[in-house]
Structure formats: structure tokens, C-alpha cells
């Protein structure tokens, strides 16, 4: 059965186009610096955003419109979604969806009761995937919203809730694995605290650790060879997330032996709650060997919490896309729509019409970043600024032959030091001039 009737594939129109229903950038065959748009995007449709959410909000219930709308029974409707799912994606030329365990499947009284649903929704994608290319970016373990995890869920006071979420995490990988996800999600959820007054910090965090320790050693006896990723967030739900920033998830990943066996999720919103810019994310990820994947949306610069929204800043994606490259670009990861259609956005249609302005807005920002790096013009000035170091007593400390007496002779014969402008401004003039022309 068709879900979205009257909306046929979405395709490449230009950036002339009128039709709302046409790409004007994202043209997946392109080839952009050696490599089609749809292998550099690696694009990615949120199961719990476009399937589950329904608008609510905390001053009112959901506005949504859908085309599963009337149908009761949890499991009929979890088979109506995934189907819907498929069309959805391949209608827009998205190859691939992220889930949790709880969005495809919802959860029954027992856990093996809610197991042995999700074997059947399993193998009903199985099924799904034999006539169709969709596939699975990554599947991930809802261990937060149901009330048990009230205190978290390996960071829980209560080691019956550890447990629980242990069993939960085992049976969302196998399915990861069995459907051939690419990767593996972690965000910490609940993982986090409210008050120190009530928290065993150095308890918590060392739990956290033995956790993904368990994860990494399960992943190698059921042999997924998916990318482990951990997702930083600095808040909300709780006060304090451990994963805050990928600055702390790095030394938190380091200090417990993780490190070989994680890559950052970095979402663009998360960055904004940490204070950072959505590029400082990637480029810490990047230079620390350990970029993965992308949750892409934005936030709201006014508002303090997660707003979701879909990715329309030319000037944030190109900043992405430019980090992106500057990785290499992704190889199991991609962008995740971890984004939300407004509550007035409530009709079916909205689905589309987000989802195009997200592909859009990136593969224009592709296009932007590729020539940018391609011209050099900023990664010469960065080179320029940093000159000193490549000769003389520069040289000498990035070679590791200077020390504080050798350095201290040096600076007695030369204190009188001459600094140069950073020229930011007429970096940000540059920036601009690839952006708007
Ligand atoms: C929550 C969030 C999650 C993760 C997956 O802020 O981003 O949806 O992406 O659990
Ligand atoms: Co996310």
C-alpha cells in the first residue's frame, strides 16, 4: 500500500525550480571533487522523529497529521510505519534510516515479550529489504524514557536498573547487526545528574565506563563490525550529561581504555547547548582521529534546549561539509535528520518539504566547502599564520629539540617581538563571498 499518495520521487531540479517538491541542489549522481553528492551526504532518515513524534509539546498534545493515523494495534502499526518508512526514504532518495530499539518496536510487559516483537519487526525488514536499498545507518537502545530509568540506565543508583539496561543494549545490537547497521549509537540519555548532593560521581562514571567496556567486548563475540559511536550532549534531560562536549567524551573515553573503540555522533543542536559552534565539534572530533557521523538539524540561538530543527543554514553546513572533508569525508557514518517538522508543520507533506530543505541545504553547503578547499585560499592563510613554526627556533620546538633553557637563551636575543594581524574580518568576507557570491 502507498502512504504518501500524490507525492511521487523526489528529484533534481535545479536551483531554478519552483517545484517545492524537487531538489535544487541535491543532485545524488553529481560527482563533487571525485565523488557523487549521495556518497559524500550518506544521508539518513531519524525513525523517531518522522514516524514517532507527533508535535507534542508541554502545553499540548500532537498536531500531526498521518497516514497511519487509526490504526490500534501496536504491532500492525509498528509493520504500517516501517513500511511507510521505506517509501518515505526511497522516495526521497535517502539510503538510509537510524532507530532505537523502542521506535520500531514498542515495548510490551515483559522484556522478552518485547525481544521476541522485535525479532518479528526484524525480520518484517528483512523482508522489506529484499526489494528495496534502504538500509540501516545505525540502531541505538532507548534507555530513557521508560520510567525505570528515571535515575539513568548505566549510571542508575540501582543496579537492577544497570542490568535491565544491559539486556536492553545486548538485544539492540544484535539487531543492529542482524539488520547490517553501519554503526552502533550511544547517547546517554539519562546519563547525567540532577544534584551532587544525591551522586556518586566517581561511582557513576566508572559504571558508564564498565558498561561500554561490556558493549566492546559483546560486539567482538557476536562479531559486529559496525563503528561504536558515542553521542556528546551537555544537558537535558538532566542537569549535567557525562557525555558533555567531545572534548570531555575524548578524555572520558581515554581515561577508561575506550578510546580505539569510539568515533562521535556530533549533533549540531548538542553543540549549541555546550556553547560551541557545530564546526568546533567536528574539528575537535576530527583532529582527535575520531570523527564518525553527524546528527544534522540546528537549534534556536534564543532558546536553551534542543529544538531539533531541520538544517536550513547555508552557512553552518558549509562549515559541516568543510569539516567533513577536511576528515575525508564519512565512510560508515553520514547525516542523520536527528530533526523535528515544527508543530504547525503537521501535515504529511511537511515530512517532504523538511526533509528536501535538510539535502538541500547541505549538498549546497558541499558544493560551497568543495570549492573552498579546492581554491586553498583559507587553508593558506591558517598555513601563513603559522610560519614561525617551520623554520629557525619554531622548527626546533615542533621537533621536539627546544627546551625552557635553549628557548630561554633565544627570547634573551630576541625580545623585541613583532606580531601579526589574524585578519579575521576579511577571512569572514572571504567565507562570504563563496556562500552568497
Ligand atoms: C537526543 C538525541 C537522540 C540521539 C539518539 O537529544 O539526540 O535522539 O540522537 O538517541
Ligand atoms: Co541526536
Same mark, same amino acid.
Given at each position: ?25 541535491? /543532485?545524488? &549522481? ?9 556518497? @559524500? ?76 516483537? %522485535? ?16 538500509? !540501516? $545507518? ?16 548505566? *549510571? ?12 536492553? +543494549? ?14 552502533? +549509537? #550511544? ?10 548532593? /544525591?551522586?556518586? $560521581? ?35 534531560? *538532566? ?21 580505539? @573503540? ?7 543542536? @548538542? ?8 564546526? @568546533? ?12 557521523? !553527524? ?10 534546549? &534542543?529544538? &531539533? ?25 553520514? $547525516?542523520?535528520?536527528?530533526?523535528? +517538522? ?8 511537511? %515530512?517532504? %518539504? ?18 573552498? $578547499? ?7 592563510? !591558517? ?12 622548527? &626546533?620546538? !615542533?621537533?621536539?629539540?627546544?627546551? #625552557?633553557?635553549? %628557548? ?30
Amino acid at each position: 500500500m502507498e502512504y504518501f499518495k500524490g507525492i511521487g520521487k523526489i528529484k533534481y531540479e535545479g536551483a531554478q525550480t519552483d517545484n517545492p517538491f524537487a531538489f535544487r541542489h541535491y /543532485n545524488p &549522481d553529481e560527482v563533487v571533487g571525485g565523488k557523487k553528492m549521495k556518497d @559524500h551526504l550518506r544521508f539518513a532518515v531519524a525513525y523517531w522523529h518522522t514516524y514517532q513524534a507527533r508535535g507534542a509539546d508541554p502545553f499540548g498534545s500532537g498536531t500531526a497529521i498521518r497516514p497511519w493515523d487509526g490504526i490500534t494495534d501496536p504491532m500492525s502499526l509498528a509493520k504500517a510505519k516501517m513500511e511507510a518508512n521505506f517509501e518515505f526514504c526511497e522516495k526521497l532518495q535517502v539510503p538510509f534510516f537510524c532507530f532505537h530499539d523502542r521506535d520500531i518496536t514498542p515495548e510490551a510487559d515483559t522484556l522478552a515479550q518485547t525481544n521476541k516483537n %522485535l525479532d518479528e519487526i526484524v525480520s518484517f525488514i528483512k523482508e522489506l529489504m529484499k526489494t528495496s536499498e534502504v538500509r !540501516v $545507518l545505525w540502531g541505538t537502545a532507548n534507555a530513557f524514557n521508560n520510567p525505570r530509568y528515571v535515575h539513568g540506565a548505566a *549510571t542508575s543508583c540501582n543496579a537492577d536498573v544497570f542490568a535491565f539496561a544491559a539486556a536492553q +543494549v545486548k538485544k539492540a545490537m544484535e539487531v543492529t547487526k542482524e539488520l547490517g547497521g553501519q554503526n552502533y +549509537v #550511544f547517547w546517554g540519555g539519562r546519563e547525567g545528574y540532577e544534584t551532587l548532593l /544525591n551522586t556518586d $560521581l566517581k561511582l557513576e562514571l566508572d559504571n558508564f565506563a564498565r558498561f561500554l567496556h561490556m558493549a566492546v567486548d559483546y560486539a567482538k563475540e557476536i562479531g559486529f563490525t559496525g563503528q561504536f559511536l558515542i553521542e556528546p550532549k551537555p544537558k537535558e534531560p *538532566t542537569k549535567h550529561q557525562y557525555d558533555f562536549d567531545t572534548a570531555t567524551v575524548i578524555g572520558f573515553l581515554k581515561t577508561y581504555g575506550l578510546d580505539k @573503540h569510539f568515533k562521535m555522533n556530533i549533533e549540531a543542536n @548538542h553543540a549549541t547547548l555546550a556553547a560551541h559552534t557545530f564546526q @568546533h565539534e567536528l574539528a575537535m572530533a576530527r583532529i582527535n582521529g575520531m570523527f564518525g557521523s !553527524v546528527d544534522a538539524n540546528q537549534g534556536d540561538m534564543l532558546l536553551g534546549w &534542543d529544538t &531539533d530543527q531541520f538544517p536550513t543554514n547555508i552557512y553552518d553546513t558549509t562549515l559541516a561539509m568543510y569539516e567533513t572533508l577536511k576528515a575525508g569525508g564519512f565512510t560508515t557514518g553520514g $547525516l542523520n535528520f536527528d530533526s523535528k +517538522v515544527r508543530r504547525a508543520s503537521f501535515e504529511p507533506d511537511d %515530512l517532504f %518539504l523538511a526533509h528536501i530543505a535538510g539535502m538541500d541545504t547541505f549538498a549546497w553547503g558541499l558544493k560551497i566547502a568543495h570549492k573552498m $578547499l579546492s581554491d586553498g585560499k583559507l587553508e593558506d592563510a !591558517v598555513a601563513k599564520r603559522y610560519e614561525s613554526y617551520k623554520s629557525g627556533i619554531g622548527a &626546533d620546538i !615542533v621537533a621536539g629539540k627546544a627546551d #625552557f633553557k635553549s %628557548l630561554e637563551k633565544y627570547a634573551l636575543a630576541n625580545d623585541k617581538i613583532v606580531n601579526k594581524s589574524g585578519r579575521q574580518e576579511l577571512l569572514e568576507n572571504i567565507l562570504n563571498g563563496y556562500i552568497y557570491g
